[in-house]
C-alpha cells in the first residue's frame, strides 16, 4: 500500500462535498483512450463528469444504474475538449489494484451527502 498522505486540517475536508449519485449514462470521449462521459443524476440535478475509466474495465456501460460517490464541488475542469463537472470515486487504481467504485452500502436518495 502507498504512504498516507500528509495530514490536513479538518477544515479542508469540511470543504469538500461529497454526495451520491446515480450513473445514468456513459460514453466514451472521442479525443481520449482513457476518458468516459458520465452523465450522473444527483436528484435536484445532472452533470457530466469525465473520468478515466475506461481502460480500467472490459464493460463500461456495465456502471449504468450504479449508485457510486462523487467530488461536486470542485471547479470545473477542461479534458480533452470537454468539461467536467465533478470527480469519481474510484478505488484502487493508485494501488494498481483493480478498480472498484466507492458506492453506498444500500440505496440511498441521490444528492445525499457524505461525511
Known amino acids: 500500500m502507498a504512504p ?20 445514468v449514462l456513459v460514453e466514451e470521449v472521442p479525443q481520449s483512450k482513457k476518458l468516459a462521459r458520465l452523465r450522473v443524476d444527483f436528484g435536484d440535478h445532472t452533470r ?7 481502460q480500467e474495465r472490459a ?3 456495465e456502471l449504468v444504474g450504479r449508485q457510486a460517490l462523487f467530488v461536486v464541488n470542485l471547479e470545473p475542469r ?4 470537454e468539461v467536467s463537472e465533478g470527480m469519481l470515486f474510484d ?3 493508485a494501488d494498481g489494484i483493480l478498480p472498484a ?5 444500500r440505496p440511498v436518495p ?4 457524505a461525511g
Do not use: H, W
Not at 467504485?101 to 452500502?105: F, K, Y
Not at 441521490?110 to 451527502?113: A, D, L, S
Open 101 to 105: 467504485l466507492a458506492v453506498p452500502e
Open 91 to 93: 478505488l484502487g487504481y
Open 78 to 81: 477542461r479534458m480533452a475538449g
Open 4 to 23: 498516507v498522505k500528509p495530514l490536513v486540517p479538518f477544515s479542508v475536508l469540511e470543504q469538500i462535498d461529497i454526495r451520491v449519485g446515480t450513473i
Open 110 to 113: 441521490n444528492g445525499t451527502r
Open 48 to 54: 457530466t463528469i469525465l473520468a478515466g475509466i475506461r
Open 59 to 61: 464493460d463500461i456501460a
